[in-house]
């Protein structure tokens, strides 16, 4: 199973930026849809954004309509990594954002979605 590893939360004022950053083992790494899930007390775990590689150097990108305009994310095959940029952040963005890989299509939906990391707190607070 392939393990990733989240980095980059911490506590931020509103307005402000963070920038995640989740580091895959494995080999085909580029053939993967990578997604960023978060989940906020009380509340069920909510798509974020995801991203797939088409081609040699294209891609597909999704985002929740609550991020869009906010955040991007990116990856590099090369390095195993996919990021999420959030700019512009708001007390509703405070959660536990999940990296997570799926194999195989395209997919926004959690369930779908075959490895998860441990999460990293993203805090949004004057």
């Known amino acids: 199973q392939m393990q990733l590893v989240e980095s980059g939360g911490g506590l931020v004022q509103p307005g402000g930026s963070l920038r995640l950053s989740c580091a895959a083992s494995?080999?085909?790494?580029?053939?993967?849809?990578m997604g960023w899930f978060r989940q906020a007390p009380g509340k069920e775990r909510e798509f974020v954004a995801a991203?797939?590689?088409?081609?040699?150097?294209?891609?597909?990108?999704g985002y929740a309509d609550s991020v869009k305009g906010r955040f991007t994310i990116s990856r590099d095959n090369a390095k195993n990594t996919v990021d999420l940029q959030m700019n512009n952040l708001k007390p509703d963005d405070t959660a536990v954002y999940f990296c997570a890989l799926k194999m195989g299509a395209y997919s926004i939906h959690g369930p779908d979605f075959d490895s998860w990391g441990q999460g990293t707190q993203v805090t949004v607070s004057s």
């Open positions: 991203i797939t590689t088409i081609g040699r150097s294209g891609s597909i990108t």
């Open positions: 494995g080999r085909t790494f580029s053939t993967y849809t």
